[in-house]
Each structure stands twice: as structure tokens, then as C-alpha cells.
């Protein structure tokens, strides 16, 4: 927690008390919004702040004990959980079912990292593990999502890439392969269905303090050498709410001049 940046002088932003006093009421009355990974980091605190701002979220993820915390923590009412893998595409089916034909917004959150491996030792089962679930599953997400917004003409979707999208040292291969592959999915639907009234953007988070780091990928190996290099490399960590306030500012109609774009939400990382 020494770790986790202070952002304007104020407490620290861990607090969730401190969150709910810095919400925009209203901002998402009236909108379906569906996060994925939202079981735990950066996608339960996106749930969390829809939810709050008056949307109703679908909350999607494979851990269902975090799904059911989730939804208890919340007093909106507005949250509903599907527990799925993004990888399945009865699971997508599910999923967008849930949200009940009118879809105004999707996150793509979910994602694991790899063990930081340099390619030649880099096995196939971790390159295409990494890839399923970072770059197949959001594809099938946005692919399931658009008729609903197409129907509409109306839609914001944001997906979160990594600082391992603008440069070469923050990950391993996979990761770093992945996360670039994420904003080419970016690029290509903001120019495809911007004519259609749907935006499409993505975050690159620096450091969050969160659960990924210790598990998700085989044999993710937070604390190993090359981690902890890592770790002295990078600007303070920030909270999952930070990320939350990046994405939901994308996702909802104070976005709306925005499209296509790549946001670092790093705390300067990326600069340097
Ligand atoms: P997290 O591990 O806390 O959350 C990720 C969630 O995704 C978990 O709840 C997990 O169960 C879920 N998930 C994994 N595989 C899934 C699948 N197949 N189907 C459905 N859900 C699945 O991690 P986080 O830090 O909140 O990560 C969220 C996103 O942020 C990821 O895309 C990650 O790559 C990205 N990111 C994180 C950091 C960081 O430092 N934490 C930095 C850059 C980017």
C-alpha cells in the first residue's frame, strides 16, 4: 500500500469512501454496460462506478466466488453477474443475453499476464493461453456486442491494452505481443464503426495494484528476479480505481469526441 500513488494531494485513492465522493451522478442513467473481469481489479472498481453513476452492469467473469462479492457489495441493485469464460462462445452467448438486447457499452477488462519470459523461452502453451483470453476474447466480445449497438446507431467500447502496448520492456513476449494486438482490434473497429455511431478506445495501464500479478498465467511468477526489476523500473502503482476512472470517462458521453484513441493511464510512465 506504500506503493499506491496519491493523486491531488488527497488520501489515498485505495479508500473507497474517497471514490464515491469523486462519482458523476447520473452519467450512465439509463445504460447497459458489460465489464469483463469483473470478479476482482480494475474490473470490479469499473462495475463498482457504472453501477454507482446509474448503470446496469453485467458483470462478467470466470471466478465466481469474486462475482458474488461483487454483486453483494453493491447496494445499487444494478449489478448482475454471469459467470463465464471469455473464451467459450456459449459463455459470450450468455453474456450478452444477460444484458437483455440493449447494449450501450462494453469493457473489455479481463486478461492474465505472462511470467515476464523473453520468446525463446516462451512455450507455446503459454503464447497461446495469453492470447485466448487477451486478444481472442476481447474479438469475440466486441464481435457479439455490435448488432445491439449497431441496431442503435449508439455505443462506446473500451478495452484495456498495457503500457506492453507502447513499449518493449514492460512484459514478456506474449503479454507484450498481445496487449499490441489489442490496439490493432482498437483501431480497426473505431475506424470501421465510427460511421455507425459506435467509439471504440483503449486504456494502457502502467502498474495497478492488483491480484494479476499472482495468478492468472501458468506459472506467473511474481517476485521472481525479472519481476522485481520490473517493479523498480516503474512510476508509483496505481489503484484499480484510478483505471475505473480512466475507462468510464471513455465509456460514457463525456468521451464522446473520442475515438480510436490508445490513453496511457500510468501516471507518466509512458513519457519516460
Ligand atoms: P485481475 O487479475 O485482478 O483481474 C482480471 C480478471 O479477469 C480476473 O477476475 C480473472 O478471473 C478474469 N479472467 C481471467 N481470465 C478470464 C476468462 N477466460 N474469462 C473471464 N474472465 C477471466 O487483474 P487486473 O489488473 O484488474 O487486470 C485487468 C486488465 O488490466 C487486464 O487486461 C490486464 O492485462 C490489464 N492490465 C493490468 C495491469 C496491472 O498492473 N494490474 C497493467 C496493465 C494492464
Redesign the pocket.
Known sequence: DALVRRVGGGPADADESVWRERITPGRFDGRTVVV??A?????RATAHRIAAEGGSVVA????EP?LETLASESDTGRITTVT????RDDDIDRIVTAAGGRIDGLAN?????DDFSPAHETSDEMWRRVFA??VD?VFRLTRAVLPAMLERRAGSIVN?????ALRGNAAGVAYTAA?HAVVGITKNTAFMYGPHGIRVNAVA????A????H??APDSAWGNERTRDFLRMIPPIAT?QHLAASITFLLSDDGVNVSGAILPSDGGWSVQ
Open positions: 469483463t473481469g470478479a476482482s481489479g480494475i474490473g462478467a467473469d470466470i471466478t469474486g463465464g469464460d471469455i473464451t477488462v479481463a486478461g492474465i499476464v483470453i487477451n476474447g484495456v491494452a498495457s503500457e506492453a496487449k495501464p502502467g502498474g495497478v492488483t491480484g494479476i500479478a495468478g492468472g484499480a
